[in-house]
């Protein structure tokens, strides 16, 4: 019961940074003892702090202004990219700390020597700050059973059967704290959604293109990824069925025909960066190779949108770098092929975040962990007698 | 209040036949008073009925084992098929009344003419029945909006823009009688879900193909409509982005490589039930029919399945009459492209309602609504004094 008040209590301040007491009281139906004895004891536990009085609105003792701790325990996120780790933290009131970026080609190792390196950055990160680490997510290229966190398939990477969260576990110290493992396109639509500043963003898919395709589904603000987790693997819907072999196995998936190993080597540039220039310079073959990707994306968003029926597409990743290129070929796709399209044009923005979103939204889903279960935190810093 | 329990107790009695008060009460905790004058109300309206008495659990009065009644308010299902009208009425038990079926050409007449014959069909159904309608579920081959039931677009009927509630409401005088319009797709997935007789089915997409294809996707036992109701287009994914062209004005949709039209133009056979006749000859020419229209749906299935996670393919529709001949291309399509296939394959079941799945989920969908929403019922029967 305390543990369902705490956490009705932190996520009304958490909604209503400034709140008062008697606000958080009213709001939540808790009497005014209990909110008062819950929220001194997540100042405390440096879940909450205690601001500027609040204007009086009525009679009685002006309240203060209530807001989560900027210095509390932190999300830290985690990426295991097909070529680099990324790491980054983000504070109760969702502000984003150090992030870091190290380039590290994943593909050429096993999984466990990769995951000591994971484990040796979390170890760093979480040594080097001057905060308490409170939950990690951690983002993987791979299809991850939502029950178990555990990772079935990364074809990117060619692992299979990794239990990530027991390995990070056990690699980096991290026994106290909760770990939660994810795909990697799920967390970026998750960022996006928190941390990209979009207004009026409530159903949509966020696209991103590196070396692999994934989508994350979010529709009335809520992640969706099927049934087992296993949802939103863009990257495999069949576009071109008697099309090139794809690392899954079968032929013309969306991320053999559109993906970046296959734009760059159609370009001719040798990496994104080099794209962009020759894009800025109007390089025909440049500029040809990005429409041929635009053309079969829009066949697959399209596709999704037939299905799931939402209204927005968020590109991100790679697909964010390129979308001035992409945007007018995608529109006419989706313009042509989704059947709603004629009364309700699907909208198409641009992530704000681009590769960032994955990382940035594993932070910020350990954050909202520790928000939404605050007791440990709490029973931890205060003693019970 | 009221109107809240007794939706609270018309369901519990519609999820354990034979409950007695007592349980009830129990199930709800409401008390023995308010369930049983309740409940006494419900019996006046003809919803509920008092049956045997119930074995003495413990002290008091033995009670009785109260069922919906199956002589109370129905519903009616109506399905506007692209060459058929449909009607089915289906009791608050769930037990299936009279169903007809008229063969009608309804792509070749203005939608006002066709819904002047539906409104017949109705009339005269509803007028011939020794018992009252309730409520009034209607399937219609083409994209409705859920919030409004208003229909958007009909491609195979070549519908645009028809107001099906509002003209219902006025062509068959159903003026006091709640009308539920839907995609047929979706009803015919709940219809299966509902009374296919299937064990354990909790996700699953149901698959129908006539003359035109379409999806129902269940999950959690509820249906899945997307955003505005435009969800499960399944006969507009692109499986031939090149390929020919749709009614829908794109290229390539599955609609027009695996719909009806298109198996029996290429089996040579004139009609569905010559082309069962034929393959069970194993004439050559209808099984290499068959055996491609299962290549491009288990594309496209594998599409859905990979974008949500579906654990479960429910063929309907003409699909459900050729599954023998289906069924071995299509897993082999499922297993080569579903990315979570190696550890969990597809499975496929066949629907056991075939092309009557629509208009019994129409039916009772509209009988589900009177049960979640009683009182109207309640109310019109008992003088409130």
Redesign the interface.
Known sequence: MRRHNSALVLSTIADSPGISRAGVAARTGLTKATVSSLVDRAIAADLVVDGEPTRRDGPGRRGTALTLSPAGPHGLGVEIGVDYIATCLVDLTGRVGRQRIRPADNRAQPANRVLVKVGRAVRAAMAELPVRVGGVGVAVPG?VESATGFL??A?NLGWRDVDVHAELRDRADLADIPILVGNEANFAALGELWGGGHEDLR?FVHVSGEIGIG?G?V?DRTLF??????????G??????KGPQCS???RG?LEVVAGQDTLLRQSGAPDVDTLVLRLRDNDRKAVTAVRGVA??LG?AL???V??????TIVLGGTYAVLEPWLREVLQEELD??V??A???QVRILRSTLGTEAAVRGAASSAVRAIVADPDPFITASVPTT
């Open positions: 299809l079935r398939t074809p159903d989508a589904i529709m990824e099927g049934v087992r987790g296993f949802g939103g693997e863009i495999h819907l069949s576009v071109d069925a899954c196995g079968a998936c053309r079969w066949t399209s596709n999704v037939n299905l799931l029926d939402v209204p042509l092929r059947i709603s004629d009364w309700s």
